[in-house]
Protein backbone atom coordinates (compact mmCIF):
# COMPACT_ATOMS: atom_id res chain seq x y z
CA UNK A 1 0.00 0.00 0.00
CA UNK A 2 1.43 3.12 -0.84
CA UNK A 3 0.11 6.62 0.62
CA UNK A 4 -0.07 10.12 -1.54
CA UNK A 5 -0.97 13.24 -0.26
CA UNK A 6 -2.00 16.26 -1.79
CA UNK A 7 -1.33 19.75 -0.01
CA UNK A 8 -3.94 22.93 -0.96
CA UNK A 9 -4.59 26.40 0.63
CA UNK A 10 -7.47 28.36 0.75
CA UNK A 11 -8.63 31.30 2.97
CA UNK A 12 -12.06 31.70 4.62
CA UNK A 13 -14.08 32.91 7.31
CA UNK A 14 -16.09 31.32 9.48
CA UNK A 15 -18.71 32.29 12.79
CA UNK A 16 -19.89 29.42 15.55
CA UNK A 17 -23.63 30.68 16.51
CA UNK A 18 -26.02 28.11 17.74
CA UNK A 19 -29.33 29.73 17.10
CA UNK A 20 -31.27 27.31 20.10
CA UNK A 21 -28.52 28.98 22.27
CA UNK A 22 -29.15 32.01 24.19
CA UNK A 23 -26.42 35.07 23.64
CA UNK A 24 -24.66 34.11 26.67
CA UNK A 25 -24.36 30.28 25.96
CA UNK A 26 -23.00 31.41 23.01
CA UNK A 27 -20.56 33.73 24.38
CA UNK A 28 -19.65 31.02 27.01
CA UNK A 29 -19.30 27.96 24.67
CA UNK A 30 -17.82 29.72 21.49
CA UNK A 31 -15.87 32.96 23.00
CA UNK A 32 -14.51 35.27 20.32
CA UNK A 33 -15.05 32.74 17.50
CA UNK A 34 -18.89 34.02 17.98
CA UNK A 35 -18.22 37.74 17.09
CA UNK A 36 -21.24 37.99 14.54
CA UNK A 37 -18.77 39.52 11.98
CA UNK A 38 -17.05 36.43 11.59
CA UNK A 39 -13.09 36.02 11.10
CA UNK A 40 -10.43 34.46 9.04
CA UNK A 41 -8.14 31.92 8.79
CA UNK A 42 -5.36 30.38 6.38
CA UNK A 43 -6.88 26.49 6.02
CA UNK A 44 -4.16 23.89 4.93
CA UNK A 45 -6.03 21.17 3.41
CA UNK A 46 -3.75 17.59 3.43
CA UNK A 47 -5.63 14.96 1.19
CA UNK A 48 -4.19 11.51 1.69
CA UNK A 49 -5.18 8.68 -1.21
CA UNK A 50 -4.07 5.04 -0.58
CA UNK A 51 -3.74 2.09 -3.04
CA UNK A 52 -1.85 0.19 -4.78
CA UNK A 53 0.10 1.83 -7.81
CA UNK A 54 -1.03 1.25 -11.11
CA UNK A 55 1.65 -1.33 -13.12
CA UNK A 56 1.37 0.24 -15.78
CA UNK A 57 1.98 4.16 -14.97
CA UNK A 58 3.49 3.74 -11.59
CA UNK A 59 0.93 5.68 -9.99
CA UNK A 60 -1.62 4.89 -7.35
CA UNK A 61 -3.63 7.35 -9.30
CA UNK A 62 -2.91 10.99 -11.46
CA UNK A 63 -1.63 13.74 -9.58
CA UNK A 64 -3.19 16.00 -12.07
CA UNK A 65 -6.71 14.63 -11.61
CA UNK A 66 -6.45 15.12 -7.99
CA UNK A 67 -5.22 18.82 -8.06
CA UNK A 68 -8.52 19.10 -10.16
CA UNK A 69 -10.94 17.21 -8.09
CA UNK A 70 -9.24 19.40 -4.55
CA UNK A 71 -9.85 22.99 -7.03
CA UNK A 72 -13.59 22.17 -8.26
CA UNK A 73 -15.12 20.32 -4.99
CA UNK A 74 -12.96 22.09 -2.61
CA UNK A 75 -11.45 25.40 -3.52
CA UNK A 76 -13.95 26.38 -6.19
CA UNK A 77 -16.41 26.64 -3.02
CA UNK A 78 -14.70 27.73 -0.31
CA UNK A 79 -11.91 29.50 -1.08
CA UNK A 80 -11.84 33.37 -0.35
CA UNK A 81 -15.76 32.46 1.28
CA UNK A 82 -17.68 32.93 4.33
CA UNK A 83 -18.46 29.89 4.88
CA UNK A 84 -21.64 29.76 7.10
CA UNK A 85 -23.67 31.89 4.14
CA UNK A 86 -21.59 30.86 1.34
CA UNK A 87 -21.10 26.88 1.24
CA UNK A 88 -24.52 25.06 0.80
CA UNK A 89 -23.01 22.21 2.59
CA UNK A 90 -22.12 24.03 6.02
CA UNK A 91 -25.67 25.98 5.91
CA UNK A 92 -27.04 25.47 9.22
CA UNK A 93 -24.00 23.76 10.79
CA UNK A 94 -20.83 25.55 13.03
CA UNK A 95 -18.34 25.29 10.56
CA UNK A 96 -15.64 24.17 13.36
CA UNK A 97 -12.16 22.07 11.58
CA UNK A 98 -13.79 18.96 12.85
CA UNK A 99 -17.02 19.62 10.34
CA UNK A 100 -15.46 21.36 7.70
CA UNK A 101 -13.14 18.56 7.62
CA UNK A 102 -15.58 16.07 7.67
CA UNK A 103 -17.51 18.17 4.40
CA UNK A 104 -14.53 18.07 2.79
CA UNK A 105 -14.48 13.84 3.38
CA UNK A 106 -18.02 13.38 2.11
CA UNK A 107 -17.61 16.02 -1.17
CA UNK A 108 -14.43 14.02 -1.96
CA UNK A 109 -14.77 10.62 -1.24
CA UNK A 110 -17.42 10.00 -4.27
CA UNK A 111 -14.65 11.81 -6.57
CA UNK A 112 -12.08 9.41 -5.40
CA UNK A 113 -13.26 6.27 -4.39
CA UNK A 114 -15.34 4.91 -7.82
CA UNK A 115 -12.13 4.50 -9.88
CA UNK A 116 -10.26 1.34 -9.43
CA UNK A 117 -7.02 2.58 -7.75
CA UNK A 118 -6.96 4.43 -4.97
CA UNK A 119 -9.15 5.31 -1.60
CA UNK A 120 -9.13 8.21 0.36
CA UNK A 121 -7.76 7.69 3.42
CA UNK A 122 -7.43 10.96 5.39
CA UNK A 123 -8.40 14.63 5.31
CA UNK A 124 -6.37 17.00 7.16
CA UNK A 125 -7.26 20.20 7.90
CA UNK A 126 -5.15 22.51 9.37
CA UNK A 127 -7.07 25.98 10.84
CA UNK A 128 -3.82 26.86 11.92
CA UNK A 129 -0.46 25.57 12.79
CA UNK A 130 -1.54 24.15 16.01
CA UNK A 131 -5.08 23.19 15.35
CA UNK A 132 -5.60 20.58 13.10
CA UNK A 133 -8.29 17.78 12.51
CA UNK A 134 -7.92 14.15 10.56
CA UNK A 135 -10.65 12.34 9.22
CA UNK A 136 -10.98 9.03 8.50
CA UNK A 137 -13.76 8.12 7.30
CA UNK A 138 -16.01 5.14 8.37
CA UNK A 139 -14.34 2.23 10.62
CA UNK A 140 -10.82 3.30 9.98
CA UNK B 1 -17.21 8.88 10.45
CA UNK B 2 -13.30 8.78 12.88
CA UNK B 3 -12.43 12.64 13.38
CA UNK B 4 -9.57 13.51 15.33
CA UNK B 5 -8.95 16.52 16.54
CA UNK B 6 -4.85 17.81 17.48
CA UNK B 7 -3.23 20.25 19.09
CA UNK B 8 0.16 21.76 19.54
CA UNK B 9 1.58 22.98 22.72
CA UNK B 10 5.46 24.30 23.53
CA UNK B 11 7.28 23.95 26.74
CA UNK B 12 11.11 24.84 26.99
CA UNK B 13 12.82 22.22 29.16
CA UNK B 14 16.36 20.90 29.92
CA UNK B 15 17.23 17.33 30.82
CA UNK B 16 20.44 14.85 30.46
CA UNK B 17 20.35 11.61 29.62
CA UNK B 18 22.40 9.84 32.26
CA UNK B 19 21.76 6.44 34.56
CA UNK B 20 23.00 6.12 37.66
CA UNK B 21 25.76 4.12 38.88
CA UNK B 22 23.29 2.46 41.46
CA UNK B 23 21.49 1.55 38.36
CA UNK B 24 24.82 -0.18 37.33
CA UNK B 25 26.20 2.16 34.76
CA UNK B 26 29.62 3.59 34.71
CA UNK B 27 30.49 7.02 33.36
CA UNK B 28 32.29 5.84 30.52
CA UNK B 29 29.22 3.69 29.60
CA UNK B 30 26.66 7.31 29.86
CA UNK B 31 29.19 8.36 27.47
CA UNK B 32 28.99 5.80 25.20
CA UNK B 33 25.43 5.26 24.90
CA UNK B 34 24.01 8.96 25.48
CA UNK B 35 27.24 11.35 24.41
CA UNK B 36 26.78 14.98 24.66
CA UNK B 37 23.28 14.37 25.94
CA UNK B 38 24.91 13.23 29.35
CA UNK B 39 26.89 16.20 29.82
CA UNK B 40 26.64 16.77 33.57
CA UNK B 41 24.74 19.78 33.73
CA UNK B 42 22.29 19.07 31.27
CA UNK B 43 20.88 21.04 27.91
CA UNK B 44 17.36 22.14 26.74
CA UNK B 45 14.92 21.75 23.84
CA UNK B 46 11.74 23.54 22.66
CA UNK B 47 10.00 21.15 22.65
CA UNK B 48 6.39 20.48 21.12
CA UNK B 49 3.70 18.45 21.97
CA UNK B 50 1.07 17.57 20.17
CA UNK B 51 -2.09 15.98 21.82
CA UNK B 52 -4.57 14.22 19.77
CA UNK B 53 -8.06 13.42 20.93
CA UNK B 54 -11.22 11.42 19.51
CA UNK B 55 -15.03 11.07 19.92
CA UNK B 56 -18.00 12.05 18.82
CA UNK B 57 -18.34 15.31 17.01
CA UNK B 58 -21.69 17.11 19.14
CA UNK B 59 -23.92 18.87 16.48
CA UNK B 60 -24.98 21.34 18.93
CA UNK B 61 -21.27 23.00 18.98
CA UNK B 62 -19.41 21.40 15.90
CA UNK B 63 -17.26 20.04 18.28
CA UNK B 64 -15.36 16.82 20.06
CA UNK B 65 -14.18 18.98 23.01
CA UNK B 66 -14.04 23.11 23.55
CA UNK B 67 -10.72 23.58 23.41
CA UNK B 68 -10.54 26.05 26.61
CA UNK B 69 -11.34 22.95 28.84
CA UNK B 70 -8.38 20.55 26.79
CA UNK B 71 -5.99 23.97 26.99
CA UNK B 72 -6.42 24.30 30.53
CA UNK B 73 -6.41 20.44 31.28
CA UNK B 74 -2.96 20.14 29.28
CA UNK B 75 -1.58 23.50 31.02
CA UNK B 76 -2.37 21.89 34.74
CA UNK B 77 -1.06 18.62 34.15
CA UNK B 78 1.92 19.16 32.11
CA UNK B 79 2.88 22.65 31.08
CA UNK B 80 2.90 24.27 34.15
CA UNK B 81 5.38 21.41 35.60
CA UNK B 82 7.16 20.95 32.70
CA UNK B 83 7.86 24.78 31.42
CA UNK B 84 10.80 26.02 32.14
CA UNK B 85 12.16 23.14 34.33
CA UNK B 86 15.10 20.96 35.08
CA UNK B 87 12.78 17.47 34.28
CA UNK B 88 15.03 15.34 35.78
CA UNK B 89 14.64 17.27 39.27
CA UNK B 90 11.45 18.56 39.06
CA UNK B 91 9.16 16.27 37.65
CA UNK B 92 9.39 13.49 39.92
CA UNK B 93 8.40 10.92 37.72
CA UNK B 94 12.00 11.18 35.37
CA UNK B 95 14.27 10.85 39.16
CA UNK B 96 13.64 7.39 38.41
CA UNK B 97 13.45 7.29 35.04
CA UNK B 98 15.44 8.92 31.95
CA UNK B 99 14.11 11.70 30.29
CA UNK B 100 14.36 10.69 26.57
CA UNK B 101 11.40 11.90 24.19
CA UNK B 102 10.28 8.29 24.23
CA UNK B 103 9.52 8.64 27.92
CA UNK B 104 8.67 12.24 27.68
CA UNK B 105 5.73 10.99 26.12
CA UNK B 106 4.67 7.93 27.63
CA UNK B 107 4.77 10.40 31.14
CA UNK B 108 3.00 12.40 29.32
CA UNK B 109 0.03 10.11 27.73
CA UNK B 110 -0.04 8.30 31.21
CA UNK B 111 -1.10 12.06 32.63
CA UNK B 112 -3.17 12.78 29.90
CA UNK B 113 -5.15 10.05 29.15
CA UNK B 114 -7.69 11.34 32.25
CA UNK B 115 -9.17 13.79 30.37
CA UNK B 116 -12.80 13.94 30.49
CA UNK B 117 -14.25 14.90 27.77
CA UNK B 118 -12.65 13.02 25.09
CA UNK B 119 -10.62 9.90 23.65
CA UNK B 120 -7.11 10.35 24.40
CA UNK B 121 -5.76 8.75 21.06
CA UNK B 122 -1.70 9.59 21.24
CA UNK B 123 1.21 12.16 22.60
CA UNK B 124 3.44 13.55 19.83
CA UNK B 125 6.89 15.04 21.25
CA UNK B 126 9.15 16.99 18.65
CA UNK B 127 12.44 17.70 20.37
CA UNK B 128 14.19 19.57 17.16
CA UNK B 129 13.08 20.07 13.99
CA UNK B 130 14.44 16.59 12.91
CA UNK B 131 13.02 14.66 15.80
CA UNK B 132 9.96 14.04 16.48
CA UNK B 133 8.28 10.75 18.63
CA UNK B 134 4.91 9.52 18.74
CA UNK B 135 3.01 7.08 21.53
CA UNK B 136 -0.73 5.55 21.20
CA UNK B 137 -0.56 4.01 24.85
CA UNK B 138 0.29 0.18 23.58
Redesign the interface.
Known amino acids: MVYITRKVEFSASHL?H?P??SAEENRR???KCNNPHGHGHNYVLEVTVAGEPDPRTGMVLDLKELKGILQREILDRMDHRFLNYEVPELAG???????I??TI?TLLEPHINHRKQGRLHRVRLYET???????????? | ?????????RFSASHRLHQSAAAGWTEEENRRVYGKCAHPYGHGHNYILDV?VSGP?D??????T???ELDGFVEREILAEFDHAYLNEQVAAFRDEVPTAENICRVVFDRLRAYPHARLEAIGIEETGANSFEYTGE
Open positions: YNQFVFGKIPTTETAMWPDLYVDCLGNGQ | MKVVLHRRYSVPATGMINLP
